[in-house]
């Protein structure tokens, strides 16, 4: 259709279109469209699909039942309905549906670029060699993680302190604080649980930071020993 020029389809403006609509942009969503896509919910097809074939008038409870079909259709996108004797609709519908196809696509758009994002942020991570995590500010709650992270004990989705450190509360040696409020990196060596830790903070964006720490246990206590041994001497 693109190579002809046409840029728009009107699907159901002859009383046929799929009447479960949500299915339909699923289906959409999943094998792409080249066109913009601008569904009605066709009366013969909500017909059909209540009383078949057979040309009788609905009972109450049939037409409570299209009302349904055709109220589930808008509310998954279908924004209007056609009836043969007035056409009155299409073009505000047209025009609603278009309206939404830019919001659709520009959402696709910001939905992708935070997957890119995501995965690079991903490959970042993982190339690190020791704990790293992604968090927000305020909150520290964790976005990403590597693997050495995971093993640590910390989990996506919760904080920092509760998953890593086992805390109802922040670390009280955390620097994230003094990231968020001038944006400068910090770092600092500590000991927590028996474990000696040189610790990074750094900003990345306003809502995102990277805290990152490596396991110095080994090397500290290779310069206890150090300082003993010449004490000794």
Known sequence: YIRQGVTTLVCG???TSPTNIAEFFRRLGDGGTG???AVLIGHSSVRRQVLGERNVAPSPQQLGEMKRIVRDAMRAGAHDYLMKDNLTRLVPAI???LNEARERHQRRQVQEQLKEQMVLN???LDSFPCV???LRPKTREVIALN???MKAGAVSGETCFKSWAKSDRPCSWCLAPEVWSN???RQLEFEARGVFWDAHWIPVSEDLYMHYAFDITQRKLAEKQQQQIQIRM
């Open 13 to 15: 403006n002859c009383g």
């Open 35 to 37: 066109p913009n896509i």
């Open 95 to 97: 025009e609603r549906e």
């Open 122 to 124: 991903q490959v970042l």
């Open 132 to 134: 790293a995590m992604l």
């Open 147 to 149: 693997k050495a992270a």
């Open 183 to 185: 944006g400068k990196q």
